[in-house]
């Protein structure tokens, strides 16, 4: 176990009928004048926006709004934000949305309060010591952005995505209620499943494994996320299980699950760069990824894949090796995720082999020119990370 600190500010409202806290909790924080953030369509035809609007109307609190965030929130759309934010005085930012549009909109934040050009955070080049205070109302749960104190963006210029992350970027509140994901597609909906998932599971193949509170809080996450998954799928609408997914997002990456041990996190920086070149979901590229990262790194920790087959995938160990018993946990995510719908390799979830070029650039990227490596639980080099891709790269 190693030393932590848990740091969580964010307030949370959670329920049915949680938006008419929303112009209270900006005047709580400090907002007068509010840039809503938000993305395509959905929130406009749902009803939300013109609800958020009228509250904070009939609130008096002035606003300016930003839409148009795609998913791998786009810089391009961020420095307009930070110029309309400064233009217009804005001193508090509202994302009504999901992970890509709470990034974007903690990324305006930092850039709003800073001298520097934005993308200088994302690249190492600076810190950040101000933001402009941000609140969410979440409609697609999966990033656990919403509590947080993380950002990933992507440069369209150069195919770069990256994060920055800092706890002043943490959002102050995050109005939580599931009812808002019912209409969410099943593939959203899976694919977010998918990422809050590997949240927690990026936590838990460490080293450092005896943390046994922190181990079963991450196992009986997980269990929940895999049961409801399924079943919500089946039943949009079941409020129940889409509050267990909706809290379940928030928890696997509020570092809960990591307390007390060394986050891995070579998956998520693997799918950046998939995700950046190829512009797919991030759900679906971390499904596609982790198998074959999994397989790669088994031997440095195997009796770590075997609890997980045995407490998340019920894997029967009775006359296997621990190694058997890990090799049929890894088998058991994959046909989870084809059961829900997502990929378990590139040509599945690109149509197509990656070229050896798209790989060895992936790689570079990854590493940063060969002057990075990625992972703790096995330390991944541009090599290693090619052989990784590789795996992956299997029809």
Same mark, same amino acid.
């Given at each position: 176990?190693?030393?932590?600190?848990y740091?969580?500010?964010? !307030?949370?409202? +959670?329920?049915r009928?949680?938006?008419?806290?929303?112009?209270?909790?900006?005047?709580?924080?400090?907002?007068?004048?509010?840039?809503?953030?938000?993305g395509?369509? #959905?929130?406009?035809?749902?009803?939300?926006?013109?609800?958020?609007?009228?509250?904070?109307? &009939?609130?008096?609190?002035? +606003?300016?709004?930003?839409?148009?965030?795609?998913? &791998?929130?786009?810089?391009?759309?961020?420095?307009?934000?930070?110029?309309?934010? $400064?233009?217009?005085?804005?001193?508090?930012?509202?994302?009504?949305?999901?992970?890509s549009?709470?990034?974007?909109?903690?990324?305006?934040?930092?850039?709003?309060?800073?001298?520097?050009?934005?993308?200088?955070?994302?690249?190492?080049?600076?810190? %950040?010591?101000?933001?402009?205070?941000?609140?969410?109302?979440?409609?697609?749960? /999966?990033?656990?952005? !919403?509590? #947080?104190?993380?950002?990933?963006?992507?440069?369209?210029?150069?195919?770069?995505?990256?994060?920055?992350?800092? &706890?002043?970027?943490r959002?102050?509140?995050?109005?939580?209620?599931?009812?808002?994901?019912?209409?969410?597609?099943?593939?959203?909906?899976?694919?977010? %499943?998918?990422?809050?998932?590997?949240?927690?599971? !990026?936590?838990?193949?460490?080293?450092?494994?005896d943390?046994?509170?922190?181990?079963?809080?991450?196992? /009986?996450?997980?269990?929940?996320?895999?049961?409801?998954?399924?079943?919500?799928?089946?039943?949009?609408?079941?409020?129940?299980? $889409?509050?267990?997914?909706?809290w379940?997002?928030?928890l696997?990456?509020?570092?809960?699950?990591?307390?007390?041990?060394?986050?891995?996190?070579?998956?998520?920086?693997?799918?950046?760069?998939?995700?950046?070149?190829?512009?797919?979901?991030?759900? %679906?590229?971390?499904?596609?990824?982790?198998?074959?990262?999994?397989?790669?790194?088994?031997? !440095?920790?195997?009796?770590? +894949?075997?609890?997980?087959?045995?407490?998340?995938?019920?894997?029967?160990? *009775?006359?296997?090796?621990?190694?058997?018993?890990?090799?049929?946990?890894?088998?058991?995510?994959?046909?989870?995720?084809?059961?829900?719908?997502?990929?378990?390799?590139?040509?599945?979830?690109?149509?197509?082999?990656?070229?050896?070029?798209?790989?060895?650039?992936?790689?570079?990227? *990854?590493?940063?020119?060969?002057?990075?490596?990625?992972?703790?639980?096995?330390?991944?080099?541009?090599?290693?990370?090619?052989?990784?891709?590789?795996? *992956?790269?299997?029809?």
């Open positions: 176990m190693i030393d932590f600190t740091y969580t500010p964010t !307030e949370v409202k +959670f329920g009928g949680v938006e008419t806290h929303i112009p209270d909790l900006i005047k709580k924080y400090g907002g007068s004048k509010v840039l809503i953030h938000y395509g369509g #959905s929130a406009e035809r749902s009803g939300l926006l013109s609800k958020v609007r009228r509250q904070l109307t &009939n609130a008096s609190i002035p +606003f300016v709004e930003l839409g148009g965030v795609k998913p &791998n929130p786009r810089l391009s759309l961020i420095r307009q934000g930070i110029e309309l934010c $400064r233009t217009e005085n804005v001193d508090f930012i509202l994302a009504v949305g999901g992970g549009v709470i990034d974007s909109a903690k990324a305006i934040g930092v850039g709003a309060g800073c001298g520097t050009d934005v993308w200088d955070f994302y690249v190492g080049k600076k810190m %950040a010591d101000y933001t402009l205070p941000v609140g969410v109302v979440l409609t697609i749960p /999966a990033a656990g952005s !919403e509590m #947080s104190d993380g950002s990933v963006v992507t440069n369209e210029d150069t195919g770069q995505k990256r994060a920055y992350g800092d &706890n002043l970027m959002p102050k509140f995050a109005i939580m209620n599931p009812e808002r994901t019912y209409t969410l597609p099943a593939y959203q909906t899976s694919c977010g %499943a998918t990422d809050i998932m590997m949240h927690t599971m !990026e936590r838990y193949f460490t080293h450092d494994d943390m046994e509170l922190t181990t079963a809080l991450a196992e /009986a996450l997980l269990r929940t996320v895999k049961d409801a998954t399924p079943k919500v799928l089946a039943a949009p609408e079941d409020y129940n299980l $889409r509050a267990q997914i909706m379940a997002s928030s696997a990456h509020n570092d809960l699950t990591g307390c007390g041990s060394t986050g891995d996190w070579a998956t998520h920086n693997l799918e950046h760069e998939l995700s950046g070149m190829f512009d797919v979901a991030h759900g %679906a590229g971390l499904a596609a990824i982790w198998p074959h990262w999994a397989e790669y790194v088994l031997s !440095e920790n195997p009796k770590r +894949f075997a609890r997980f087959a045995v407490n998340v995938m019920d894997i029967d160990p *009775a006359t296997k090796t621990t190694e058997e018993a890990a090799l049929e946990g890894i088998e058991a995510m994959k046909a989870f995720y084809h059961s829900i719908g997502m990929p378990t390799s590139i040509p599945e979830l690109i149509g197509r082999e990656a070229t050896e070029d798209e790989i060895v650039r992936m790689a570079s990227l *990854a590493s940063l020119d060969d002057t990075a490596t990625i992972g703790s639980l096995k330390v991944l080099d541009k090599s290693k990370m090619i052989d990784i891709y590789h795996l *992956a790269n299997r029809k």
